[in-house]
């Protein structure tokens, strides 16, 4: 079974915080990708990358940095948080070719800023 | 670019009933098309695809979709109904060209009442 874990449930931090949001996979994926889902918003896309150290901006990535040191790993930062940044994260990894386009989720952190 | 449409934010129907939740898409060229269901706090699980060949695919759960390129629509439907299948399900799409970009719809949300 794939795996993706994220590193926190849930999260409250203070206003002008620096975040850090942690996404490991275990099935080798090339893609990763972190998304935030606002109700009546669905998910939508912050950043994505299809490498190691590469990286590409989604439809929201102001406020948001990545890095991507491993294959395996994701971090998604948050350099000074706001209010305006409470939200579910998710991260999800899939393989870049091939007939399993699908991608595989992780729980979910929870994010409040105060 | 690519987009998604869920029309309805709730359906509601009677344990037992047939469900359908309803999905139509935008895609310049041939769309890969997916169904994840997403319980309380919790990731996005991935329920079924259609990638090609038959227009019916069935997924986990006894859910199935059927692919109508006329309509642009890719609706999920269940015979009968499950108080266990309450949850939000999401629409997403992706472009066969582009292997990054998935785009998912605003969510459905499903109550099965007994």
């Known amino acids: 079974d794939v795996k993706v874990t994220q590193s926190s449930r849930y999260l409250v931090k203070r206003t002008g915080e620096k975040v850090f949001l942690e996404c490991v996979q275990d099935?080798?994926?090339?893609?990763m990708f972190w998304y935030r889902q606002d109700p009546g918003l669905g998910l939508r896309l912050i950043y994505f990358?299809?490498?190691?150290?590469?990286?590409e901006k989604g439809d929201i990535p102001e406020g948001y940095s990545v890095s991507r040191e491993k294959k395996e790993r994701f971090s998604l930062i948050l350099e000074s948080a706001s209010t305006n940044q409470t939200s579910m994260y998710l991260c999800?990894?899939?393989?870049?070719?091939?007939?399993?386009?699908?991608?595989?989720f992780g729980p979910g952190t929870r994010l409040t800023v105060t | 670019a690519q987009s998604v449409a869920q029309p309805e934010d709730q359906v509601n129907v009677a344990e037992g009933n047939p469900l359908t939740v309803k999905c139509t898409y935008s895609?310049?060229?041939?769309?890969?098309l997916f169904w994840y269901v997403q319980y309380p706090n919790r990731g996005l699980q991935f329920l079924l695809k259609?990638?090609?060949?038959?227009?019916l695919v069935k997924g986990s759960y006894g859910f199935e979709a059927e692919f109508n390129k006329s309509q642009t629509s890719f609706h999920l439907k269940k015979p009968s109904a499950l108080v266990s299948d309450s949850a939000l399900y999401f629409c997403?799409?992706?472009?066969?060209?582009?292997?990054?970009?998935?785009?998912f719809g605003a969510g459905t949300r499903l109550t099965v009442k007994p």
């Open positions: 990358s299809y490498d190691v150290k590469m990286k």
């Open positions: 099935m080798d994926h090339e893609n």
């Open positions: 999800a990894s899939s393989f870049s070719s091939g007939l399993s386009y699908e991608q595989y």
């Open positions: 895609v310049s060229g041939n769309p890969y």
């Open positions: 997403a799409v992706r472009d066969i060209r582009d292997n990054n970009d998935m785009r």
């Open positions: 259609y990638i090609t060949g038959d227009n």
